[in-house]
């Protein structure tokens, strides 16, 4: 299983980034998607997730302002981010279940500051 991250980079606050992960080595077509976040000093925590089916559910703090979408031809999940703040700014992965195993991307940095 390889996840692929891309997308992140230097933002100003109110600013938006789009993050990919381009998965291969699963049917990606049953999985549910994860993206998850880990700011400096803090613990990693769910950002949001899809499901096979693209029944979405996110963290209460980006509720509103991010959108994670699926291109199943494209084996590939996307975090749309919008209104990017300063408490954004994060080390961004793509995670998948498989078989009660945790896959990782390799992690994207998102960085919001003026």
């Known amino acids: 299983v390889q996840l692929q991250a891309s997308g992140g980079g230097l933002v100003q606050p109110g600013g938006s980034l789009r993050l990919s992960c381009k998965a291969s080595?699963?049917?990606?077509?049953?999985?549910?998607m994860r993206w998850y976040r880990q700011a400096p000093g803090k613990q990693r925590e769910l950002v949001a997730m899809?499901?096979?089916?693209?029944?979405?559910n996110y963290a209460d703090s980006v509720k509103g302002h991010f959108t994670i979408s699926r291109d199943n031809a494209r084996r590939t999940v996307f975090l749309q981010m919008n209104s990017l703040q300063p408490e954004d700014t994060a080390v961004y992965y793509c995670?998948?279940?498989?078989?009660?195993?945790?896959?990782w991307g390799q992690g994207t940095l998102v960085t919001v500051s003026s």
């Open positions: 995670n998948v279940d498989r078989l009660g195993i945790d896959f």
């Open positions: 080595g699963i049917n990606f077509t049953i999985m549910t």
């Open positions: 899809i499901t096979s089916g693209g029944t979405t």
